[in-house]
Nanobody
Framework: QVQLADSGGGLVQAGGSLRLSCTASVSNYAMGWVRQGPGLERVFAEREFVAAINWNGGLPYYADSVKGRFVISRDTAKNTIFLQMDSLKPEDTGVYYC????????????????WGQGTQVTVSA
């Protein structure tokens, strides 16, 4: 069982920045983020892929909605990933969940094996 500890959410005005982090209890897993917007029922299928990166820090994937604004990175020595979120928009509001799985491509397709507890991101207009 892989434990994921995600953190870093908060309240920010539109145009601002936040940095999320997630630490895994084991190494050698691809890791990433998905988000669930406000007003949606807590159904797995409603979670939107955001970004993912392989265990060695390679082959990042991004959702089209965040390309050019978000950057995912990884500290392999600490089994930790980061999501730098710039130029935030109100539509970025939601609960962001850290995920882990076999590779970044499979995470981009929604195939995650493990999930963090989620961290709330709120972007005000």
């Amino acid at each position: 069982q892989v434990q994921l500890a995600d953190s870093g959410g908060g309240l920010v005005q539109a145009g601002g920045s936040l940095r999320l982090s997630c630490t895994a209890s084991v190494s050698n897993y691809a890791m990433g983020w998905v988000r669930q917007g406000p007003g949606l029922e807590r159904v797995f299928a409603e979670r939107e892929f955001v970004a993912a990166i392989n265990w060695n820090g390679g082959l990042p994937y991004y959702a089209d909605s965040v390309k050019g604004r978000f950057v995912i990175s990884r500290d392999t020595a600490k089994n930790t990933i980061f999501l730098q979120m710039d130029s935030l928009k109100p539509e970025d509001t939601g609960v962001y969940y850290c995920t882990a799985g076999g590779n970044s491509y499979s995470l981009s397709r929604g195939d995650a094996s493990f999930w963090g507890q989620g961290t709330q991101v709120t972007v005000s207009a």
